[in-house]
């Protein structure tokens, strides 16, 4: 793993829409994820910055304690959080750590359009447990597409990416894991985009 490190203050100054964030924790079901799918984290989210909005985090959880931005309540599954208090709850409540990767390339005010709309699209969508999460995935591998009523945090992301062409559709959304958005995964980006290696935040350093 890389060795770069951020305060949790500078990473979300510096963070951009889609910019990816991700999460690696310690629970059961955090490590059942990772062995299933071979991945060296659990959890992935994407950075929308937008205006005059506050840096936000695009992702899904089983969780409902952070205020959804979107809807204006509290629920389950795909949500848009404050991106310091979703980062913050990650690891401080959920005891993951953090890293960042951001993206090089334009983001153009269609793309910001795109991204909109999958979120009107997406959010709210429930969160499979750990079971269906795993079923959805092992479909996705063979090509498959999954029933669009449950979605889990790299569909979100990989929905995200697609809507913006930097993913071209060819597989399902399923088919996408946290670690696919990991560099040590081969991802093809379009529109001669790049993510940069990771780099880990922390709340404070010593």
């Known amino acids: 793993m890389h060795t770069s490190r951020l305060t949790l203050d500078a990473a979300v100054e510096l963070t951009r829409t889609g910019d990816l964030w991700l999460f690696r924790g310690h629970s059961a079901a955090d490590h059942a994820i990772r062995v299933l799918t071979n991945a060296p984290v659990n959890h992935v989210g994407m950075a929308i910055v937008i205006d005059d909005l506050p840096p936000l985090m695009w992702h899904a959880e089983l969780g409902k304690g952070l205020l959804d931005v979107w809807t204006g ?46 979120v009107a699209r997406l959010d709210g969508t429930p969160f499979p447990a750990t079971a269906k999460l795993i079923g959805r995935w092992a479909r996705g591998r063979l090509r498959r597409p999954a029933p669009a009523e449950l979605t889990y945090c790299a569909e979100v992301v990989a929905a995200t990416y697609q809507a913006m062409g930097l993913l071209d559709g060819s597989r399902p959304t399923n088919f996408y894991d946290p670690g696919t958005f990991w560099s040590g995964d081969d ?20």
Not at 96 to 113: I, K, S, Y
């Open 187 to 206: 991802l093809e980006l379009g529109r001669g985009a790049t993510l940069g290696d990771e780099i880990e935040v922390v709340t404070s350093l010593p």
């Open 73 to 118: 309540d509290h629920h389950r599954g795909v949500q848009l959080h404050d991106l310091r208090g979703a980062v913050e709850q990650w690891c401080g409540r959920y005891e993951q750590r953090a890293w960042l990767r951001q993206l090089d390339g334009e983001v153009t005010p269609e793309m910001e359009a795109a991204v909109l709309r999958t």
